[in-house]
């Protein structure tokens, strides 16, 4: 009876064990991927994040968001230090956010070793026209994306952050939803940085965030466009010790002044990757709730 009831207990533990998940079934993966550029005439990466679903249900297709790194990163910032795969995992997994396709474009390098930087045309660097004419098709067309404004979100930090706006406000028949962490919404005059040569790469990023301005996109707006940015909905996270925050207070100021609704939250942090990796927690299902275009 003795050695029954050890064998029932040997059967039981087996199959308990059996029934434990083992990781082989369908995953999230990140790829690193380049295509060539006519505008740039270059080589550029990006790295993109496909869902658990996404080798299982191939008939399946899924919003996208662009999220763009901030000056001196590159494609790899949100993925190697900010942990966008293991974040997006954990929220899909728990239902806070849906299923999505995250891209992030190359759009720097380390500026003070002559790399360039920035998602705006400025001379010798049209980034912007090569984003919306060549990686945004090809991202679009290559991988299942729905390609409509309604599934389609940007957000970005810092730099990132700032491009992420100019590109929502811009190109607003393009996002439904723009998240922006410790954004770049303006360089004031006073204070800019001074150019110590012509090529010098850091002036021509100062003066391209100068001419291209979210605040004073906003500021200058007219009827039709401020008709246009309240299609897209709005969240602006920066941190109470940011060196950008007023920068930040003062776009959602011209946003309020627009009676253009904005959410705007100042946390406790600083410009650090600590703030922009728990911003991704609020992020993630915030352009979820835009994507299926539900309250709250």
Sequence with gaps: MKRISLLLTVLFCTLALSAQPDGRGPQSRVETKSIFSNVLNADREFNIYLPKSYDSETRK???VLYLLHGMNGT???????LHVKEIADQ????GEACEMII??????GNIYEGAWNGYFDMPGWKYETFFFTELLPYIEKTYRVMGDKQHRAVAGLSMGGGGATKYAQSHSDMFAACYAMSA?????QQGAYPPQ???DKMAILTRSVQENSCVAFVAEADDARKTQLRSVRWYVDCGDDDFLLDRNIEFTQAMRAAQIPCEFRIRDGGHTAEYWRSALYTCLPFVTRCFYKISG
């Design 61 to 63: 297709n899924y919003p």
């Design 75 to 81: 494609h790899t910032q949100w993925f190697d230090n």
């Design 91 to 94: 929220l899909t997994a728990s």
């Design 103 to 108: 891209v992030s474009p190359n759009a720097g």
């Design 184 to 188: 770049l919404m303006n360089i004031p």
């Design 197 to 199: 040569r012509e090529d």
